[in-house]
């Protein structure tokens, strides 16, 4: 019971006037994300003069990195196989067994 009282000790009361600016100020925040992802949303300008002072075929070799690169997931699930880390390769490379050997000791 202590926290019912002080859950409505704790509550606003809003005039007529007071709800309805709210609600205009929600509806406009609706409105303008609304038409954010109808229109998008405008690149900054230091990205547009990137890419504007950046020749085509440059562009075109860095969006074929950043694909390589990119780890590709389906639901949640990464699809790129897995890669072993280059300093870490000599050290397994050195301590080699035969799988016979791991599946009887399994």
Known sequence: MGDIDLTISNERTYTQSQ????????????DIEREDKIN????PRQVSE????????????NFKKFRRETQR?????RTTPEKINKSVA?????????????????
């Open 73 to 77: 997931y389906v639901m949640g699930e």
């Open 90 to 106: 000599p050290y397994l490379k050195k301590h080699s067994t035969e799988t016979a050997m791991v599946v009887n000791t399994i």
């Open 19 to 30: 709800m309805e600016a709210i609600i205009r100020d929600v509806v406009k925040q609706m």
């Open 50 to 61: 990137e890419l504007d002072n950046t020749p085509t075929h440059q562009l075109n070799e």
């Open 40 to 43: 998008g949303v405008e690149i």
